[in-house]
């Protein structure tokens, strides 16, 4: 049993890794967060009580569970010392290959050969991330949503010299904390949800760019339309609901006219000019929309209540 855990970068997604496995885990655990920047693991500590609280609302949790279960945190000076006695190791440092390649290094040193080491990266091949490892075989992506404590998937992206024990352990730890573990069968750039995010997001600006509706349509059209049902069934079961006679027809009608975009289109030019112009959404108060702190909180607060209700569903699906 996995009773020692170890979290390197206590951001958005580390903070909220960590504290999900603190909070949900059954067992008794020790979870220890380390962080380059001066303070940020005791931030991320101090942070995880406004998880516990998201949780207890939701009605995951019980009050004086969540209370109890916060003493499992503990902070770190360094990497040898967060990752001691640890047999699962997250790294969740910020998404850029080297550095990711780096800490992997320094992981591989450290640690002994049966300490798994996942990756919470959004995108790299784990491949690149075990390269050059003494022990590339522990290297596993276990890639989350944000906020990691309330969206219930887990990517799981073995490489092909993984050790399945790398992937079962993996699987039934999130398992045992709460999550849902997508084990995919190989590693594609993106994944699985990001491509399925992102194809959803080109034909959104394509339809923008085209005149056929303004961000502020679109958003309602997917919030109360297919959002809903897509979230309840999936698209392949959406599909055999609508008949695949229907989905037939809709392509053929549809695909045609569906955004071409490719690779030498990327970015696109509405996305560059917002990178341009410090316009990144609600990390800087704009970005397709002004966010206002108080607009921030309405809709974090209505965020945080359907992805509550989910979770709470999910104890339900078959």
């Not at 320094?106 to 790299?124: K, Q």
């Not at 730890?173 to 590693?187: E, Q, T």
């Not at 921030?296 to 709470?312: C, M, P």
Request: net charge negative; proline share 7%; aromatic share 6%.
């Amino acid at each position: 049993m996995i009773d020692r855990i170890a979290v390197i970068g206590a951001g958005f997604m580390g903070g909220g890794i960590g504290a999900e496995f603190a909070l949900r885990l059954e067992h008794d655990v020790r979870v220890t967060l380390w962080d380059a920047r001066p303070g940020g693991a005791a931030t991320a500590v101090a942070r995880a009580r406004e998880v516990a609280d998201a949780l207890v609302e939701a009605g995951i949790l019980l009050p004086e569970v969540a209370t109890r279960r916060l003493a499992r945190l503990a902070t770190a000076d360094t990497l040898a010392e967060v990752t001691d006695g640890a047999s699962y190791v997250v790294e969740a440092v910020p998404e850029d290959l080297p550095t990711k390649q780096e800490v992997f290094r320094d992981l591989d040193r450290i640690t002994g050969p049966d300490v798994i080491l996942a990756s919470n990266t959004s995108g790299f091949d784990p491949a690149d991330l075990a390269k050059d490892l003494s022990h590339p075989a522990r290297v596993v992506v276990a890639h989350y949503f944000g906020p990691a404590f309330l969206i219930p998937l887990v990517e799981v992206v073995p490489h092909p010299g993984t050790d399945p024990w790398v992937t079962e352990r993996t699987a039934k730890l999130l398992s045992d904390a709460g999550k849902r573990p997508a084990v995919l069968g190989r590693f594609v750039p993106g994944f699985v949800a990001n491509r399925l995010q992102q194809a959803l997001f080109r034909e959104a600006l394509h339809l923008v760019r085209d005149g056929v509706a303004t961000p502020e349509v679109i958003d309602e059209v997917a919030r109360f339309s297919f959002g809903p049902r897509l979230a309840a069934l999936g698209p392949f079961t959406v599909a055999d609901f609508a008949g695949l006679d229907v989905y037939a027809a809709l392509s053929t009608n549809v695909w045609p006219d569906l955004s071409a975009e490719t690779a030498s289109d990327a970015p696109p030019a509405e996305l560059a000019t917002h990178v341009a112009s410090g316009t990144l959404g609600v990390k800087t108060g704009a970005g397709t929309y002004p966010w206002p702190p108080e607009q921030v909180q309405a809709v974090t607060a209505r965020r945080n209540r359907a992805l509550g209700d989910a979770l709470r569903g999910m104890r339900d699906d078959d």
